[in-house]
């Protein structure tokens, strides 16, 4: 599950995507924000993972693009990402409602925390101190608000360059 950002949103991330060598930056047509990782699926699971979704009923809301970081947090960097600042308490109320409707569902959930984030580029063998400055360079960097009023399902397909996310079916938000 997962958001797919406006245009404008989705320009303002591949702006800030450059700069530094060996990092793997992603395909602006590729950013989205990870609502919930499912993995691999059965028609049956994928079928169940569809009704318990149709089920989540959140108003729209408009969410910031705003700060960068790594993960992991501390030692060398492995992911670059774009943030949504401090969020907005739906986008939290979203997730809440895609966790406990596949939950009703049994649908196997890891436990991790929700870090809200647009994964920028990967950092296999990018020095840390050019990544350390990139981190400085745009740690102001604020895009454009954007609208929120869907999430997807998306699918994963491996591909030499990197994934490739397909949308399997789209939940409209409430007005």
Not at 26 to 48: C, K, M, V
Not at 135 to 158: C, Q, T
Request: aromatic share 8%.
């Amino acid at each position: 599950m997962a958001l797919n950002p406006s245009a404008p949103a989705r320009k303002a991330l591949a702006a800030i995507a450059t700069g530094v060598r060996d990092v793997a930056w992603a395909d602006p047509s590729q950013y989205h924000l990870t609502l919930r990782f499912i993995g691999p699926a059965t028609p049956e699971l994928q079928r169940a993972i569809e009704l318990a979704l149709a089920r989540v009923s959140v108003r729209s809301f408009f969410l910031p693009v705003e700060g960068v970081g790594a993960f992991p947090p501390r030692g060398r960097p492995n992911v670059l990402w774009a943030g949504t600042g401090r969020g907005h308490p739906l986008l939290h109320q979203l997730r809440q409602q895609v966790d406990d409707s596949l939950l009703a569902a049994a649908v196997p959930l890891e436990l991790r925390a929700f870090v809200p984030h647009f994964t920028l580029g990967r950092c296999a063998d990018a020095a840390t101190v050019a990544v350390q400055h990139w981190l400085k360079k745009h740690r102001d960097f604020a895009g454009p608000i954007w609208p929120v009023e869907s999430f997807e399902l998306m699918n994963s397909i491996s591909r030499p360059g990197g994934p490739e996310y397909r949308t399997v079916r789209s939940y409209g938000l409430g007005k």
